[in-house]
């Protein structure tokens, strides 16, 4: 059994758990969208100058966090499969809505995985933003950020949705379509930052 074949079950907890990262990733993507709002030069070059920000721990800490929260969600999901025989991707969706357990799985698993996800919006909302805009601790970004999404659940769950959408989108277009939406969120998450911090 070839290792590409034992990680076909992990194809979509891979994808869908690149929302959990997302907001590290697309920090280089931020600090231009927060040059460009300042009125600053925003060309490409200074997606770096965040290794410069004042709150470079900080983020690195975040990152670490966050990481580790996408290493356990695909324990979760590594674990819920165990024992399957894994083939192709087609065999294993098929399985999934063929095999006694497979509803059980696809249910368990979309509320599982919505948990991983309202922790990583409470942890990342605004924090990424904050920390680029101002020195701060970790704690207190993630105390900010869960205060946002907890006063303003709505908005907060829209928000998600959206991201969960660009995502599928970008999954279902061989992640071509991530190049598009990755700059777009990340560009959002500045101004939804600015505007929380404003109320």
Known sequence: MSISNDLVPLVFPLLSGFALIGPFAGLGLCEISRRRELGLDASW??????????????????????????LAWLWSAAWAFDGDEPGTIAESVTDVFTIPNGWLLIVVGRIVGFGFAVIALMLSAVSFPLLLDKHADVGTAVAISTRAVLKNPVTMAVWGLIIALALGIGALTAIVGLAVFIPVVAHASGHLYRRVMRA
């Open 45 to 70: 070059r200074h997606a770096l100058d965040v290794l410069d920000a004042r709150s470079i721990r900080s983020i690195l800490v975040l990152g670490v966090i966050l990481f580790v929260l996408f």
